[in-house]
């Protein structure tokens, strides 16, 4: 068999004429807009400022424990009024919102914190005549009272008879005058 001898690579080919070299160590704009959208986990509904009147009720929230900044365990934190964006400690960075909580390690005092939404799940009733924001469906927006709490089944009656699964609704802790 013959040896075919090797062909010559060929010079990179010229970039335009009006290009310099020192263009590629330009930053411009682009390079330093974020583009990235945030996590909105399980509560994008929480993000749109027309999905219902957030400013009159707290929203209680069960935080997972991939949020490691505070042990919260099997504590309730509630959205902070009139505007669930801005704290004690100021505004809250995009996709997170601000939030109280009753300390369990620091005495009876309300800890103020900022947490990242991918962090949230809506809170269950714990009995009857709770307030919840239904999540889902035809409803969603609405705020109904629960007649009866099916822990089993995992859902609730509202006092209009609807059934609702757990993962439809969140709980209401207070609802402001």
């Known amino acids: 068999m013959p040896v075919v001898p090797r062909s010559v690579t060929p010079p990179p080919s010229p970039g335009p004429s009006n290009a310099g070299l020192s263009d590629a160590w330009t930053i411009t704009p682009a390079d330093i807009t974020q583009t990235q959208t945030p996590d909105y986990g399980n509560v994008p509904w929480l993000f749109e400022p027309d999905f219902c009147d957030f400013k009159s009720f707290h929203l209680g929230f069960n935080i997972s424990i991939g949020f490691t900044q505070v042990s919260l365990g099997k504590c309730v934190v509630q959205t902070v009024c009139p505007d669930r964006f801005m704290g004690q400690n100021g505004s809250a960075p995009l996709g997170s919102i601000c939030v109280t909580v009753t300390g369990h390690n ?26 919840c924001l239904i999540l889902k469906g035809p409803q969603a927006g609405q705020v109904v009272r629960i007649k009866k709490c099916q822990r089993a089944s995992k859902s609730v009656v509202t006092e209009d008879g609807i059934t609702i699964h757990f993962s439809d609704y969140c709980c209401l802790l207070s609802i402001l005058p």
């Open 106 to 131: 620091a005495g009876l005092a309300i800890q103020h914190l900022t947490i990242p939404a991918q962090y949230l799940m809506p809170a269950n009733p714990t009995g009857k005549n709770q307030l």
